[in-house]
């Protein structure tokens, strides 16, 4: 696993996110919760797997309509490190890095 250098607070939203979520999550779902632009939390997701913090697969369910979902999932030490981030980021500002993820 590879540290991520600069974490800032989209990043601590998206792991928040997942660090939350008892199933994996997709992206349009990440998009969703933390209320963040496509544009920042899917290159932010390629950034956290590259990096090892997160694990991605395809959705397989065949009876669901539409376009396949990429689900998204931490590891086991990616979840180590997004609990640090979280706290981190949680006593600098005050606040939960994001919202508690409600069922989408």
């Known amino acids: 696993m590879e540290p991520l250098g600069r974490i800032g ?42 990096a090892g913090w997160v694990t991605s697969s395809w959705d397989d369910d065949s009876e669901r309509r539409g376009p396949r979902r990429r689900l998204y999932r931490l590891t086991p030490d990616g979840a180590v490190e997004a609990a640090k981030v979280c706290a981190r980021k949680s006593a600098e500002t005050g606040r939960r890095a994001a919202p508690r993820p409600r069922e989408v």
């Open 9 to 50: 607070r989209a990043t601590a939203d998206v792991l928040a996110v997942l660090l939350d979520a008892d199933r994996p999550r997709w992206g349009l779902e990440v998009i969703k919760l933390t209320g963040r632009p496509s544009g920042s939390v899917y290159p932010l997701l390629d950034r956290l797997e590259r």
